[in-house]
């Protein structure tokens, strides 16, 4: 049980445009869903915090604008980069917290953007 | 601030034990956790700590000391397939997750 998906896996997207990426929880209801982005040799950092209808909370330096998040269900949370630069190319990785079990984050698999 | 430390890197040989140490400093404690990645993959759970001592679990342990703000991750009977980054993270007390930079570990035949 408890497993995240995301959507793509990849994605290589040119300069200007946009990119979602999606997040699934596959089977259970996550209350809470997490973004992180990590870049070569680095350590992951948390952009964002979502909440099920409510807007997401962003940490200091990440752009809202920029990195619009929704989190429409208790299933899905969803990643828009708008108008991508190659300096937003990264590892983007998404968690979910089921409700009740306050410690454990399971991790989806990870969305590489590429941008040229 | 909040602040976790582990070393960068770590070589070791197939078969031995390796120790790689996480201290912190962070607003809260709700428990230190640890973290596979291999390179190009998402980080997969290998424990979770929140009272002291050691948790063994098959090839690896555990161990966490709150007063020294202090962790270490036991890696036995090593195998090429443990190569990876190992993250160290603890959860503050608003429930977010801190990070280390993570070790990597490079074991050699």
């Known amino acids: 049980g408890a497993v995240v998906s995301q959507h793509p896996s990849w994605v290589i997207c040119k300069s200007g445009t946009s990119v979602k990426i999606e997040c699934r929880s596959l089977?259970?209801?996550?209350?809470?869903m997490f973004w992180y982005r990590q870049f070569p040799k680095q350590s992951l950092m948390l952009m964002a915090t979502?909440?099920?209808?409510?807007?997401?909370?962003?940490e200091q330096g990440v752009e809202k604008d920029k990195f619009l998040i929704n989190h429409a269900s208790l299933t899905l949370s969803t990643l828009t980069v708008t108008s991508a630069h190659p300096e937003d190319s990264s590892f983007y990785i998404c968690?979910?917290?089921?409700?009740?079990?306050?410690?454990?984050?399971?991790f989806g698999p990870g969305t590489r953007l590429t941008v040229t | 601030g909040q602040n976790i430390d582990q070393p960068t890197e770590m070589t070791a040989t197939e078969g031995a034990i390796v120790q790689i140490n996480c201290t912190y400093q962070?607003?809260?404690?709700?428990?230190l956790f640890w973290y596979q990645q291999h390179a190009g993959e998402a980080p997969t759970f290998l424990s979770y700590?929140?009272l002291d001592g050691l948790e063994e679990k098959g090839r690896f342990s555990s161990f966490l000391s709150r007063s020294k703000g202090y962790s270490y991750l036991l890696l036995k009977e090593l195998q090429m397939k443990d190569s990876a980054s190992y993250l160290c993270?603890?959860?503050?007390?608003?429930?977010?997750?801190?990070w280390g930079a993570g070790t990597k570990l490079i074991i050699k035949p």
């Open positions: 968690s979910a917290r089921a409700p009740g079990i306050d410690y454990e984050q399971y």
């Open positions: 089977d259970f209801q996550a209350t809470t």
């Open positions: 979502s909440n099920e209808g409510s807007k997401a909370t962003y």
């Open positions: 962070t607003s809260g404690f709700n428990g």
């Open positions: 700590n929140v």
């Open positions: 993270a603890v959860m503050d007390s608003n429930y977010q997750l801190i």
